[in-house]
């Protein structure tokens, strides 16, 4: 390893061609100030509708199309607020920008909501009789009944408007948490075994538990968790607000648990995430089998949480720059049409991405909520192979959103989280597959491999545990009991040895990883990686298997958004996720692969 110091540039010292351009949403933040000011004044619009929608089929016709009006504004202003709030989350005029565009956001939603009584009141006859008066009024069919369904928990109009209030409030642990770990906690340099220092954040910390220097990797593992554990306390302290908060709202939605509340919304049934948990607890001498190996191959005495991301499969590590990234993407992805790479480059050529990390940038990746006039996405690009797959991943998620927004009606064009994982791993799976169809040497092709085990652990067996962890938090905080730091590492810890296995050496310091995982405050949300996972497998395999059919039916799913509930949308991808099937057959896989793996290496 080198001596050198790896330093973090600061935004202004990025290379343009690097990030994302969002001149495209607005051309200044002046302009951003003259839409804020006109988004402010949606909600007195939306409230003179108050008790008038069942007077006509026009007037609730004229209500719906306002409220695509300003759900299109509120996205613009929230959506530019909170991408450039996140290229530096130290930076205060964007997270002032921010913090009122959450603002407008909650007023705006106040009002929506306390329109939502008088829907659901409405009688049946009557709104049947609205579609036929006015045919247009047929466009926010799905979006009517997806609020009747649910009329057992909605309150009355003044009710509504405190529970929306309320909002701006909610999102309070998850913003203090973020701001806490990626602007205000910083972490010494970690060591490598020549004496170099690397500067460590939460976005290079997993990269320098990639490096082969395992003197690197413990030095980095230990200084993070150390330096985290100086912080558990007030970690806690947001985690136990957070499942505060969605208790405040479940109870007065008259849901009996937190789980039922998040899921009910999406239209899931809790017992798919429950039957999650399980099967993959039967499935756990795979993952143990998969750990054993890694410790054989890295031919340590202790297997050691800092070895977990390393490569296992020697001389097969190369650097990936990210222009070889995007050609390789590109020509994995062919199998889905030249309409479906032409938008690939589009979003590649025309600045739709922010690639490498910054001083104070947020960690990690995602595909913005903002699809208009087109998504953008977030990297913290490394030159390896994860990130080479994490482009693939977020750009999946960015189509899908691009796809829904140009075929379904404003108030069908969001897709909910329980599909969001799909077209974002089917694109890792296309991609994998690609690779190791076109590497026949033995070593080359362990390592690829290698590398889909260590996805697939992180991703279903993972993601499962984070799950479960999440479950737990959950049913404690309705149990009545306070989330203090010492409950949550002790019970993470007994996690991560259930998960991991007798071959892993599982510390107090692992112990602490829940006050690094943001996803904690996302409401029952990293579940559905390891469902998406298992839908995405399938979908992948009847692509490459059938060919056009497959792929007409999956470009059909991407287009549909939120027009129906999620079990029925994958089902047009041709995956029945009411049925075991997807998982138990992702599971197998993993089991197979690693069969493979052993006889590679052996």
Same mark, same amino acid.
């Given at each position: 390893?080198?001596?050198?110091?790896?330093?973090?540039?600061?935004?202004?010292?990025?290379?343009?061609?690097?990030?994302?351009?969002?001149?495209?949403?607005?051309?200044?933040?002046?302009?951003?100030?003259?839409?804020?000011?006109?988004?402010?004044?949606?909600?007195?619009?939306?409230?003179?509708?108050?008790?008038?929608?069942?007077?006509?089929?026009?007037?609730?016709?004229?209500?719906?199309?306002?409220?695509?009006?300003?759900?299109?504004?509120?996205?613009?202003?929230?959506?530019?607020?909170?991408?450039?709030?996140?290229?530096?989350?130290?930076?205060?005029?964007?997270?002032?920008?921010?913090?009122?565009?959450?603002?407008?956001?909650?007023?705006?939603?106040?009002?929506?909501?306390?329109?939502?009584?008088?829907?659901?009141?409405?009688?049946?006859?009557?709104?049947?009789?609205?579609?036929?008066?006015?045919?247009?009024?047929?466009?926010?069919?799905?979006?009517?009944?997806?609020?009747?369904?649910?009329?057992?928990?909605?309150?009355?109009?003044?009710?509504?408007?405190?529970?929306?209030?309320?909002?701006?409030?909610?999102?309070?642990?998850?913003?203090?948490?973020?701001?806490l770990r990626n602007a205000d906690m910083t972490y010494p340099d970690a060591i490598d075994a020549n004496g170099g220092r690397h500067k460590l954040t939460n976005g290079s910390l997993t990269f320098l538990l990639e490096s082969p220097d395992r003197v690197l990797r413990e030095n980095a593992f230990n200084t993070y968790y150390d330096r985290l554990g100086e912080f558990k306390n007030t970690i806690a302290a947001t985690l136990d607000a957070q499942f505060k908060q969605l208790r405040f709202f479940a109870g007065a939605r008259k849901y009996a648990t937190t789980l039922e509340a998040a899921l009910d919304e999406t239209e899931v049934p809790s017992a798919v995430y429950t039957n999650l948990?399980?099967?993959?607890? $039967?499935?756990?001498? &795979?993952?143990?089998?998969? +750990?054993? @190996?890694? =410790?054989? *191959? #890295?031919?340590?005495?202790?297997?050691?949480?800092?070895?977990?991301?390393?490569?296992?499969?020697?001389?097969?590590?190369?650097?990936?720059?990210?222009?070889?990234?995007?050609?390789?993407?590109?020509?994995?992805?062919?199998?889905?049409?030249?309409?479906?790479?032409?938008?690939?480059?589009?979003?590649?050529?025309?600045?739709?991405?922010?690639?490498?990390?910054?001083?104070?940038?947020?960690?990690?990746?995602?595909?913005?909520?903002?699809?208009?006039?087109?998504?953008?996405?977030?990297?913290?690009?490394?030159?390896?192979?994860?990130?080479?797959?994490?482009?693939?991943?977020?750009?999946?998620?960015?189509?899908?959103?691009?796809?829904?927004?140009?075929?379904?009606?404003?108030?069908?064009?969001?897709?909910?989280?329980?599909? $969001?994982?799909?077209? &974002?791993?089917?694109?890792? +799976?296309? @991609?994998? =597959?690609? *690779? #190791?169809?076109?590497?026949?040497?033995?070593?080359?092709?362990?390592?690829?491999?290698?590398?889909?085990?260590?996805?697939?652990?992180?991703?279903?067996?993972?993601?499962?545990?984070?799950?479960?962890?999440?479950?737990?938090?959950?049913?404690?905080?309705?149990?009545?009991?306070?989330?203090?730091?010492?409950?949550?590492?002790?019970?993470?810890?007994?996690?991560?040895?259930?998960?991991?296995?007798?071959?892993?050496?599982?510390?107090?310091?692992?112990?602490?990883?829940?006050?690094?995982?943001?996803?904690?405050?996302?409401?029952?949300?990293?579940?559905?990686?390891?469902?998406?996972?298992?839908?995405?497998?399938?979908?992948?395999?009847?692509?490459?298997?059938?060919?056009?059919?497959?792929?007409?039916?999956?470009?059909?799913?991407?287009?549909?958004?939120?027009?129906?509930?999620?079990?029925? @949308?994958? =089902?047009?991808?041709?995956?029945?996720?009411?049925?075991?099937?997807?998982?138990?057959?992702?599971?197998?896989?993993?089991?197979?692969?690693?069969?493979?793996?052993?006889?590679?290496?052996?």
């Amino acid at each position: 390893m080198s001596d050198k110091v790896i330093t973090i540039p600061e935004r202004k010292d990025v290379d343009a061609r690097f990030t994302w351009d969002l001149s495209s949403i607005f051309s200044s933040d002046a302009e951003w100030d003259k839409a804020f000011e006109k988004v402010a004044e949606y909600p007195e619009k939306i409230a003179a509708f108050s008790g008038k929608l069942s007077e006509n089929a026009k007037t609730l016709l004229d209500c719906c199309k306002l409220k695509d009006e300003a759900s299109l504004a509120i996205e613009a202003v929230y959506g530019y607020s909170s991408l450039k709030g996140d290229e530096d989350t130290g930076d205060s005029k964007y997270q002032n920008m921010r913090g009122k565009a959450i603002g407008a956001y909650v007023k705006l939603d106040a009002a929506m909501s306390a329109l939502l009584p008088e829907i659901i009141a409405l009688d049946d006859d009557v709104l049947e009789q609205f579609y036929k008066d006015e045919p247009e009024l047929l466009v926010y069919k799905r979006s009517l009944d997806k609020i009747r369904r649910r009329k057992a928990h909605f309150l009355s109009s003044s009710e509504e408007q405190l529970l929306a209030a309320a909002g701006e409030m909610a999102g309070g642990p998850d913003n203090i948490g973020s701001i806490l770990r990626n602007a205000d906690m910083t972490y010494p340099d970690a060591i490598d075994a020549n004496g170099g220092r690397h500067k460590l954040t939460n976005g290079s910390l997993t990269f320098l538990l990639e490096s082969p220097d395992r003197v690197l990797r413990e030095n980095a593992f230990n200084t993070y968790y150390d330096r985290l554990g100086e912080f558990k306390n007030t970690i806690a302290a947001t985690l136990d607000a957070q499942f505060k908060q969605l208790r405040f709202f479940a109870g007065a939605r008259k849901y009996a648990t937190t789980l039922e509340a998040a899921l009910d919304e999406t239209e899931v049934p809790s017992a798919v995430y429950t039957n999650l948990i399980e099967a993959v607890h $039967a499935n756990m001498e &795979s993952m143990y089998k998969y +750990v054993a @190996l890694r =410790k054989k *191959l #890295l031919g340590v005495d202790e297997l050691q949480m800092y070895d977990v991301y390393t490569p296992v499969v020697k001389d097969a590590d190369v650097a990936i720059p990210f222009e070889n990234a995007k050609k390789t993407v590109l020509e994995a992805l062919s199998v889905l049409g030249p309409d479906y790479t032409d938008l690939l480059k589009k979003g590649f050529d025309e600045r739709w991405i922010d690639v490498y990390e910054n001083k104070g940038k947020r960690s990690g990746a995602y595909s913005s909520g903002l699809s208009r006039p087109h998504p953008y996405v977030l990297l913290n690009y490394k030159d390896n192979l994860d990130s080479q797959f994490t482009l693939a991943h977020e750009m999946g998620h960015a189509l899908h959103s691009y796809h829904s927004t140009k075929h379904q009606p404003v108030n069908c064009a969001d897709y909910v989280i329980f599909v $969001a994982e799909v077209a &974002s791993t089917c694109n890792e +799976v296309l @991609l994998m =597959k690609y *690779l #190791l169809s076109r590497t026949t040497e033995k070593n080359a092709r362990a390592y690829l491999i290698n590398h889909f085990l260590d996805q697939f652990k992180g991703t279903v067996y993972r993601q499962t545990m984070f799950a479960e962890f999440e479950l737990f938090m959950g049913r404690q905080s309705e149990a009545g009991e306070t989330l203090t730091a010492d409950m949550l590492t002790e019970k993470y810890l007994e996690l991560n040895k259930l998960y991991f296995g007798p071959s892993m050496i599982s510390d107090d310091r692992i112990g602490l990883e829940w006050a690094r995982i943001p996803h904690f405050f996302y409401n029952y949300y990293v579940f559905q990686y390891a469902t998406g996972f298992s839908a995405a497998v399938a979908i992948a395999n009847r692509i490459l298997s059938e060919g056009e059919p497959a792929v007409r039916d999956y470009k059909k799913f991407l287009s549909s958004g939120g027009s129906a509930d999620p079990i029925s @949308l994958l =089902k047009i991808a041709g995956v029945d996720m009411s049925s075991p099937e997807p998982v138990d057959s992702a599971l197998s896989l993993f089991a197979e692969l690693i069969s493979e793996m052993e006889k590679l290496v052996g």
